[in-house]
């Protein structure tokens, strides 16, 4: 595989699966956001797990009133203040975040205000840009191996595939050896 170096903030491309991508059995990339506020009137509702589904819902969207930005709730956690005295500030953890700048990764914009889906409009205010993190295990595509139109690193592809493969080497040898 040669030298391996982990990938900067510099190195994520602008355009998605550029020069970097994910491996199908080590899960596709997950995005989050992390969002502080002020000024929150209104408890927002943050997502529930479901055990039998094994997925998180429930959680209200949240927009933006001038990025346009989208997010849904995971948690919301209150640091001080109230929401019936309207000066609450916590910071909201978002998943599925929609419409921020990819090559920067950042949503929101300062002082916005934001509109909840179950809050309403104007629950709170965003203090400070927030910040959207990637978690996955990317890649470089020279070093995954496409199989069955579907990627793969070379770990996940020996230990899923690799006596599949050979199997099918040796049926493509076996055929051309008839004739």
């Known amino acids: 595989m040669g030298d391996f170096r982990p990938p900067i903030r510099s190195d994520y491309p602008k355009d998605a699966g550029e020069k970097w991508d994910y491996c199908a059995l080590c899960g596709p990339p997950l995005y989050l956001a992390v969002v502080h506020f002020d000024s929150g009137s209104v408890a927002p509702t943050a997502d529930s797990y479901t055990v039998s589904t094994k997925t998180w819902d429930g959680g209200e969207t949240v927009t933006g009133a001038t990025s346009g930005d989208t997010g849904v709730i995971h948690r919301a956690t209150l640091v001080s203040g109230t929401y019936a005295g309207g000066d609450a500030v916590g910071v909201l953890i978002l998943r599925s975040p929609t419409g ?80």
Not at 103 to 122: H, K, M, P, V
């Open 100 to 179: 921020y700048d990819a090559a920067i990764l950042e949503i929101f914009q300062n002082d916005e205000n934001l509109n909840g889906s179950t809050a309403g409009a104007n629950f709170a205010t965003v203090n400070k840009i927030g910040g959207v993190s990637r978690s996955s295990r990317i890649i470089a595509d020279k070093d995954l191996i496409t199989y069955r139109g579907k990627k793969y690193c070379a770990q996940h592809f020996r230990f899923k595939f690799e006596h599949d493969w050979t199997d099918e080497i040796k049926v493509d040898r076996d055929e051309g050896d008839r004739e």
